[in-house]
T-cell receptor, first 112, second 114 residues
């Protein structure tokens, strides 16, 4: 099955720094979503960007989408220890049966 | 008020046993999913139901059987459990009638097969 890919696989930064995660995908999409998973918990939706959008903001989150390169990035500004989690991208592909294609995730550690 | 709830949260059992995991959502969503997440956090879709109708059935051993008594419930029954079934199983739901397909996840059921 097709899988998106995130990089880096793991990222460790200090509080206050910015964290950037990237996601690449393979097919045409309707939208791309980012989710967060805290340790031992379920995934939580963070932000969605449609295929005709290039940038989206939500609080300290900034998402970009480059459909020509089939890639997206998630930027978390002024990171906090509470941002420590795994982050997944997921694409909603054109013509799909409501199936999201998930990336492998980036594990982010924000050190106090 | 838990939106998507799964029970049990932890399940420890012996190889060869049969077990069920239950999922309920109170969001009024039409579509429900079961995912398996392995130790490397790889998230794999297993099944999806839309208004009690199976719409996604990935390559999953037929020991796994989903059952949806109504659109608010999607249970997962596993027969003859094997060591490789050990993982975290997540239930999720999403609303129909929107192009966004944002999914809402339960807290997961950690299954350990000994």
């Amino acid at each position: 099955s097709q899988q998106g890919e995130e990089d880096p696989q793991a990222l460790s930064i200090q509080e206050g720094e910015n964290a950037t995660m990237n996601c690449s995908y393979k097919t045409s999409i309707n939208n791309l979503q980012w989710y967060r998973q805290n340790s031992g918990r379920g995934l939580v939706h963070l932000i969605l960007i449609r295929s005709n959008e290039r940038e989206k903001h939500s609080g300290r989150l900034r998402v970009t989408l480059d459909t020509s390169k089939k890639s997206s990035s998630l930027l978390i500004t002024a990171s906090r220890a509470a941002d420590t989690a795994s982050y997944f991208c997921a694409t909603d592909n054109a013509g799909n049966n409501r199936k999201l294609i998930w990336g492998l995730g980036t594990s982010l550690a924000v050190n106090p | 008020d838990t939106a998507v709830s799964q029970t049990p949260k932890y399940l420890v059992t012996q190889m060869g046993n049969d077990k069920s995991i239950k999922c309920e959502q109170n969001l009024g969503h039409d579509t429900m999913y079961w995912y398996k997440q392995d130790s490397k956090k790889f998230l794999k879709i297993m099944f999806s139901y839309n208004n009690k109708e199976l719409i996604i059935n990935e390559t999953v051993p037929n020991r796994f059987s989903p059952k949806s008594p109504d659109k608010a419930h999607l249970n997962l029954h596993i027969n003859s459990l094997e060591l490789g079934d050990s993982a975290v199983y997540f239930c999720a739901s999403s609303p129909l009638g929107t192009s966004k397909n944002i999914q809402y996840f339960g807290a997961g059921t950690r299954l350990s097969v000994l």
